[in-house]
């Protein structure tokens, strides 16, 4: 009775030891004596116990790889790179995959930083920050090449991080700040003289429009002036004594301004009305050597016969 026990229990022993599982996305690498086998995926399975034995599990979904890699540029200015590589076992080479590699990161590794220090040192450090796909498509293409042979495939290389050195960090923010300035600058000149130019025309059309104004004023004043004379001819007082008139009034009347406005500076005129009478025949005096010089310049310069050629 123990010895048949015995057997039970051994045989209940080796009939859960011929069976076993593998997960999902993974691969179960099967030797039997210590030779490789087969490959078992996802499910349950059946091996041969104490001859049969899963030697591995392999990982089938995506891994990911970060490489930190410290370089220079072409302007001899030294980087830190981080370089994430995305990797995935092949199903159909998971023997490959475990037996052709002891240590496949160490692998992918040593790949990574022989493409990226054969590439960044022929750009300067603006084209690493612009061109960081070609880095990262040259990286790619040389582990895919080289890893597809030993059952891996590489999804996707990045270029996650680009790490200048602390002091050419702060000369490029010095170098973008002062060009900033500098643009900052240039509208800033640009506004000024944008508002400049608007003051000099707005004070050009002042100063035209109070030009107009002052000419309808002194066209309004000679009518207002021809007016009077003429009212003045029509009760019979002369040309001259109408002038004389007419002068003595506007005199008073300039006087009666100055005098009302009380913050009018100190103004010396004479008040007399002799004074208007010598105002007008100094004015008539100007007036009729002017008319001579004309008649004199007409004489001295006569005008040029037309030219009635056809």
Same mark, same amino acid.
């Given at each position: ?15 859960? @030891? ?9 691969? @179960?690498?099967? !030797? ?62 998971? %023997? ?39 880095? /990262?498509? /040259?990286?790619?293409?040389? *582990? ?6 030993? &059952? ?13 050195? !602390? ?30 130019? %608007?003051? /000099? ?57 100055? &005098? ?7 103004? *010396? *005129?004479?008040?007399?009305?002799? /004074? ?9 005096? @100007?007036?009729?050597? %002017? ?20």
């Amino acid at each position: 009775m123990g010895y048949l026990g015995i057997i039970v229990f051994l045989g209940l022993v080796t009939l859960f @030891a011929s069976f076993f599982t593998v997960k999902q996305a993974t691969a @179960a690498i099967i !030797e039997r004596l210590g030779k490789f086998h087969s490959v078992r995926h996802a499910g349950l399975h059946l091996k041969i116990p104490f001859l049969d034995q899963v030697a591995k599990r392999m990982n089938l979904r995506i891994q990911q790889l970060d490489v930190m890699i410290d370089t220079k540029t072409l302007d001899n200015v030294f980087i830190r790179m981080k370089v994430s590589v995305q990797y995935q076992v092949i199903k159909e080479q998971v %023997a490959d995959s475990f037996y052709k590699l002891e240590n496949p990161e160490n692998q992918i590794t040593s790949y990574v930083f022989d493409v990226v220090r054969a590439e960044v040192p022929k750009l300067k450090l603006d084209d690493v920050f612009v061109r960081k796909d070609d880095i /990262a498509i /040259a990286v790619k293409g040389e *582990l895919q090449e080289a890893m597809q042979s030993y &059952g891996y495939d590489i999804v996707k290389a990045l270029v996650t991080d680009i790490d200048p050195d !602390e002091q050419v960090k702060h000369a490029m923010n010095r170098i973008n700040a002062a060009e900033r300035e500098k643009t900052a600058a240039e509208y800033e000149s640009e506004a000024q003289r944008i508002r400049i130019v %608007a003051v /000099a025309k707005a004070e050009a059309e002042s100063k035209k429009l109070q030009g107009q104004g002052i000419a309808d004023q002194r066209r309004e004043i000679a009518k207002g002036l021809e007016e009077s004379v003429r009212m003045l001819n029509n009760v019979n007082i002369g040309s001259q004594e109408a002038s004389s008139l007419i002068v003595v009034t506007q005199h008073y009347d300039t006087l009666h301004s100055i &005098g009302a406005n009380n913050r009018s500076n100190l103004v *010396l *005129l004479p008040n007399s009305p002799t /004074a208007a009478s010598n105002m007008l025949n100094d004015m008539m005096a @100007a007036m009729v050597s %002017a008319s001579k010089l004309e008649e004199a310049d007409k004489t001295n310069y006569p005008k040029p016969p037309k030219d009635h050629t056809h």
